[in-house]
């Protein structure tokens, strides 16, 4: 099955600074990677995805990358901000099941 | 997309006896899920809730621990039976909807604590 490995587990930034998560995943099949946002208390939030028919998608301060040949994907905020504070997690899926396989998650701390 | 709702949102509950926890979607969806979160960790699918008929569980999870239903195209049920404090996590719905076959959106998730 599909394995999805995310990085860092914790990442603390000053406020305007930007944060990039990282991404692995194993399946070659995998062709949407989505990315959610938990705030505490509260359940996923799909913030943005990606397919693999294109390499790169942006949406105001958020952005995400897609390599294919190297399998990894990111996601990157520009201009953090307080509220930007959450657990992200990104996920990977393949057209043969639609399964969602999710990385261990990234704390982000964004610092006042 | 659609707006999801779950009852209870919390519960704290005596090891043995069991809960059920409802879904509610707004509007009708192609698929329902139901996953587990542990504390401090990722999403676990725990079955896939197929309206009309039984449940497709993971590894490691089975009917008789984690019955579900699944009436109509809006509305799931979970129920977390002979619960011991292994249990405690976050049980979270997720729907699938017919415009995005790959877009899926979670509710809030109900928080159990099993003592």
């Known amino acids: 099955g599909e394995n999805v490995e995310q990085h860092p587990s914790t990442l603390s930034v000053q406020e305007g600074d930007s944060a990039v998560i990282k991404c692995t995943y194993s399946d070659s099949a995998s062709n949407y990677f989505p990315w959610y946002k938990q705030e505490l208390g509260k359940g996923p939030q799909l913030i943005i995805d990606?397919?693999?028919?294109?390499g790169e998608k942006k949406d105001q301060r958020i952005a995400v990358t897609l390599n294919k040949t190297a399998k990894h994907f990111s996601l990157h905020i520009t201009e953090t901000q307080p509220e930007d504070s959450a657990v992200y997690f990104c996920a990977a899926s393949s057209s043969n099941d639609y399964k969602l396989s999710f990385g261990a998650g990234t704390t982000v701390t964004v610092r006042a | 997309s659609a707006v999801i709702s779950q009852k209870p949102s919390r519960d704290i509950c005596q090891r043995g006896t069991s809960l059920t926890i409802q879904c509610q979607v707004d509007?009708?969806?192609?698929?329902m899920f139901w996953y587990r979160q542990q504390p401090g960790q990722s999403l676990t699918l725990i079955a896939t809730?197929?309206?009309?008929?039984?449940?497709?569980?993971e590894s490691g999870f089975v009917i008789d621990k984690f019955p579900i239903s699944r009436p109509n195209l809006t509305f799931s049920t979970l129920t977390v039976s002979n619960m011991s404090p292994e249990d405690s996590s976050i049980y979270l719905c997720?729907?699938?909807?017919?415009?995005?076959?790959?877009?899926?959106?979670f509710g809030p998730g109900t928080r159990l604590t099993v003592l």
């Open positions: 997720s729907v699938r909807s017919g415009f995005d076959y790959n877009e899926q959106f």
């Open positions: 509007s009708q969806v192609t698929m």
């Open positions: 809730a197929n309206q009309g008929s039984e449940a497709t569980y």
């Open positions: 990606i397919r693999s028919n294109v």
